[in-house]
């Protein structure tokens, strides 16, 4: 066995301090608490900021192709060879055109912007990120004339479904007078909610014919948007589309995949995540030297007791197991406290935060910031166990130096001025 009945139970015995000791087991109890909060809160930040990451990956990658294939200059205007050339390309799972544009909205006495998306009903529907949140009207109305627009837009403009809304193009029409402006009343028949207020707020999709009639496209789209069996190694599947398109296509094109369209936000995130780690491990870094203090002071106070467990035999190495066992059991008790405490706070946080936003009337999570209307949390098992060892590993070496000076304690001097 690694320690000894006798070391145990010495151990344990000195974590139970007398009352004249009262002042060492207060440092005790905040070395365990700090090392009890480091952890938790490690797992607590850790979770929401892999939630942020995934909730944000699965709505970018939901709503926008893995990777789309634009035109230099102008629309794609003979795309549907392209199209059959791409999608047998192995890997790719769907290749939809679109035309892609911003336009005035006007309604109501006021204007505003807006990102339009013109697909077919098919590709739509083919989205559950957004077929799945629709929280009025149907995409089966989903034809010329008709739009879908998201919840935040609705509620701002004050728009429901079977409302019209005027819509006014950058491209305007030439006259005698000059260029005009655009002008066309679409009816809203989808309201969609997908969680993310960027598209909740500023994004219409149309159909694919209307917007190329009312973007001035011809027959041409502005991008196709395709979609990969794995997002997440899109250089492989890259060098096929890049060989697929060159034999037949004449137009200069720009690949760009999400990866690309997304590059400083999710680098940003990975940067905010390492930097967020290493903030809060000082925490426990605090505490370990709580430890420090704690068992420095007890191997003094317990100077006299050390001695006379060495005149009766005990060895070096079994004092430095004593006090390494008493050290090492806070790290422990506050490890195991705060993977409690951690995971049952990362599990439960959305409806924290919705307490905390009844309680102080303020909304500590604004979508209007954090681009999504709820707090996710994502629970990494190797985040875990990471956080976990990096805490008893400060803890275990918190506890060397004092238990090594208990060790080197020579009796006769500790006893000489009892």
Known sequence: MLFSPFERLVAMRYLRSKRQEGFISVITWFSLIGIMLGVATLIVVMSVMNGFRQELFQRVIGLNGHMNVYAMQGPLDTYQPLVDRIAKVPGVTGVAPTVEAQALISVNNSASGAYIRGMTQEAIKSRPTLANNIVSGSLDDFSDGAIAIGVRMAQRLNLNVGDSLTLISPVGKSTVFGTAPRMR?????AIFDVGMFEYDSGFIFMPLDAAQVFFRTGQGVTALELFVKDPQNMSRIRKDIVEAIGPIQQQPLRLLDWQQNNSSFFTALQVERNVMFLILTMIILVAAFNIISSLIMLVKDKGRDIAI????????????????????????????????????????????????????????????????????????????????????????????YPAWRAARLDPVEALRYE
């Open 309 to 400: 467990l060495r005149t009766m035999g005990a060895t070096r190495g079994m004092i430095m197991r004593i006090f390494f066992l008493n050290g090492s059991s806070i790290g422990i008790a506050g490890t195991t406290a705060g993977l409690i405490l951690g995971l049952l706070l990362a599990k439960n946080i959305e409806a924290i935060r919705q307490i905390v936003q009844k309680i102080t009337q303020t909304d500590p999570f604004a979508p209007e910031v954090y681009f999504l209307t709820h707090m996710p949390s994502v629970v990494d098992p190797a985040d875990i166990v990471r956080i976990v060892l990096m805490a008893l590993a400060l803890s275990f070496l918190a506890t060397l």
């Open 185 to 189: 009343a679409f009816k809203i028949a």
